[in-house]
């Protein structure tokens, strides 16, 4: 009898939990945005990306692309009038650039890498062999320092460093990996591209620009030196802030370009060589959380940090784009996905669905980065960009779908109310509610990347409307 009492008294409880459990995967299952949003995302995405084109032999305003390549610029005001190799890339993941233009990217961006020595630009100034350049001229010139558009001697030098940006040559990997799913198929890795200096093998030119980047023997992470005298860019983002010591975004950076590479070769038949970059991509995600995980005053939150030496400040876009990467283990990412969570809700790295690279409650520099060009409150020190936020929503939405519903609805109110009367959305590179400041409009990244960042996590896109499996 009481056996049977207490199994009575247990029915409440457990009804209680299967309706608590019940009520929270249909909160989880809630899709992101409406259909009507959704909609309206894509077609803002795409229409931005599609103002940014400039076909070969084309003209914008005083501009004429005269390779023989179509390219997209980084946006439909030409306020970058070059083919940035970084922004280009940020519009694949999707159909919005067929496998064609893509291929004509790889062949001018191949066409500019030096090698196989070292160029001497001017003393302090050094582009390595079998660099990518940071962007490329409308006449096929590479320039391979963010600042200006000089392809000669009056590029680099302080404040854009000895050596070019870290970021692009894992870019122009991705760019090959992108091309191999457009077209299903590795062709184009298989077969042999012109450089600035002979013709080689693609893979093999792959393999080589993989190993551009500095790196750590051991863990195989990104590094720079000293910031007085190399004062490496680490993302083409953060090219206006010195960082020294291992650094975290490229690492994501060499870490996704490894599994690529190791996708690439698996295709080709070569399993030897996939296996190889297997092991480096596992070796660079054992090293992210101990080099770069920092615990908050909460100890079940945590940030990565930017950098080992100067920069070693909680990276907001970095932990963001880690988690979206599958770059951290399961405990790590819901440490960073928590911490993630209260910085959106508490207001110290969003506001209107757009994301600060650094937190306004970080103490190092009063919410600034440690050395940075860029004053306080601007650009990319202390402005806010709609570059990150697919990866910002995605990695919360593994702790709390809540707010990163919340997030997205944001975004998207911040995106409907900039409407021009040509039916676009202003796109502003970046924003600063608090100045009222923005710059750059039709800046395709702020749109488009976002989009496809959520729909390679599974979040918009699907054919039910519902999130798919996550990374």
């Not at 770059?327 to 207001?347: F, I, N, Q």
Request: with cysteine; charged share 20%; proline share 7%.
């Amino acid at each position: 009898m009481l056996q049977a009492e207490q199994e009575a008294g247990r029915q409440p409880a457990r009804q209680a939990i299967v309706l608590l459990l019940f009520f929270a995967a249909a909160l989880r299952a809630q899709p992101l945005l409406s259909p009507e949003d959704e909609r309206f995302f894509e077609q803002q995405a795409r229409r931005i990306v599609d103002s940014a084109a400039l076909k070969a032999g084309e003209a914008k305003g005083k501009w004429r692309n005269t390779t023989p390549y179509d390219v997209h610029v980084p946006g439909g005001n030409m306020g970058y009038p070059a083919f940035w190799v970084r922004d280009a890339v940020m519009m694949l993941g999707g159909d919005f650039v067929g496998a064609r233009e893509l291929e004509g990217w790889i062949r001018l961006i191949a066409s500019t890498i030096p090698g196989p020595r070292d160029w001497v630009v001017r003393p302090g100034v050094v582009v390595p062999a079998y660099a990518v350049p940071d962007h490329v001229n409308f006449n096929g010139k590479a320039t391979f320092y963010p600042g200006n558009l000089e392809t000669g001697e009056k590029q680099g030098g302080k404040p854009w460093g000895k050596y070019p940006p870290l970021d692009d040559h894992f870019y122009f990997l991705t760019a090959v990996y992108h091309h191999g799913k457009l077209t299903r198929g590795t062709a184009l890795f298989d077969s042999r591209v012109k450089t600035s200096f002979r013709e080689m093998p693609m893979a093999d030119l792959c393999e080589r620009v993989y190993r551009v980047a500095p790196s750590d023997p051991e863990t195989a992470l990104v590094t720079a030196g000293d910031v007085q005298t190399e004062n490496a860019k680490d993302f083409g983002f953060c090219d206006t802030v010195g960082k020294s010591g291992k650094l975290l975004f490229p690492s994501v950076l060499k870490y996704l370009a490894a599994r690529q590479m190791a996708e690439l070769f698996e295709a080709s038949g070569r399993p030897a060589k996939a296996r190889r970059y297997h092991r480096d991509a596992e070796r660079i995600r054992a090293a992210i959380p101990p080099t770069f995980y920092r615990a908050s005053k909460n100890e079940r939150e945590g940030w990565l940090h930017s950098a080992t030496g100067v920069g070693n400040q909680p990276d907001v876009w970095g932990s963001a784009f880690a988690l979206w990467s599958g770059a951290v283990d399961g405990h790590t990412a819901g440490s960073v996905g928590r911490a993630l969570v209260r910085a959106y809700r508490e207001k110290t790295a969003v506001r209107q669905g757009c994301v600060r690279h650094i937190l306004t409650s970080d103490p190092t520099n009063q919410g600034h980065w440690q050395a940075a060009v860029s004053r306080p409150g601007e650009y990319q020190n202390g402005g806010y960009w709609g570059t990150p936020t697919g990866w910002y929503i995605a990695a919360m939405h593994r702790n709390d779908p809540a707010a990163a519903r919340e997030m997205a609805r944001d975004f998207l109110a911040f995106l409907r109310g900039s409407l021009r009367p040509d039916g676009l959305v202003q796109a502003w590179e970046w924003i600063n509610p608090d100045t009222g400041r923005d710059a750059n409009p039709l800046y395709a990244a702020t749109v488009a990347l976002p989009y496809l960042s959520l729909k390679a996590a599974g979040l918009v896109g699907t054919e039910t409307g519902k999130p798919a499996s996550g990374r």
